[in-house]
């Protein structure tokens, strides 16, 4: 469970910022890097290595401490995160998209190197490769925000690109078996892991 709750903490933190990108048009650099970064790093060698160590995912284990202890006030972030893993399940059965969006990201890995993950045309790249394959799988992920920001083309392509992070994160929860029915019913065991890496 406790490697399990990194890769929950590295999609609610994705989310987050999602939800951030979409009401202010702004992202947290710091944390935008950490998901970002986490898509390029395709054979990491632990969970925490995908994410550049526990301490980065820190600002994602508070955001599930506050949620499993019913003091999360944001409510559409559990619905994002619902909509994720159900969307990341339709993602993995489809072979012919899960090529496409690696092929993708690959294409991206040497431009991503050298000017950094989180750079606009990057960002751009990743977004337009959400818009051609993963928006177009049910359930899609509907995010709302303030419509003056998700008018403009470089806010919607940086919402789409965090996006491809959260997805990242919630294949890696499911490879660590973590499951949709484990974040509904098993808050009592996550939480307690979730306070164990927070320390």
Not at 109 to 118: D, L, T
Request: aromatic content about 6%.
């Amino acid at each position: 469970m406790s490697t399990r709750v990194l890769a929950l903490a590295g999609l609610v933190q994705a989310l987050a910022q999602v939800r951030r990108v979409a009401d202010t048009g702004q992202a947290n650099a710091a944390i935008l890097g950490t998901a970002m970064d986490s898509v390029f790093r395709i054979d990491a060698p632990s969970p925490a290595a995908i994410y550049g160590g526990i301490e980065a995912v820190r600002p994602g284990l508070t955001l599930l401490r506050d949620y499993f202890s019913n003091q999360q006030r944001d409510e559409q972030l559990p619905r994002l995160v619902l909509a994720v893993l159900q969307l990341e399940r339709r993602f993995v059965r489809d072979d012919d998209m899960a090529q496409r969006v690696q092929a993708g990201i690959r294409a991206q890995a040497g431009n991503a190197e050298r000017s950094g993950s989180s750079h606009p045309d990057v960002m751009n790249a990743l977004g337009s490769l959400y818009a051609e394959t993963l928006s177009h799988l049910r359930p899609r992920v509907l995010v709302q925000g303030n419509p003056h920001y998700l008018g403009q083309a470089t806010v919607v392509a940086e919402v789409r690109a965090i996006l491809l992070a959260a997805v990242r994160s919630a294949v890696l929860w499911r490879q660590c078996g973590g499951s949709l029915w484990d974040f509904l019913l098993r808050r009592r065991e996550l939480l307690a892991a979730v306070k164990d890496r927070l320390g």
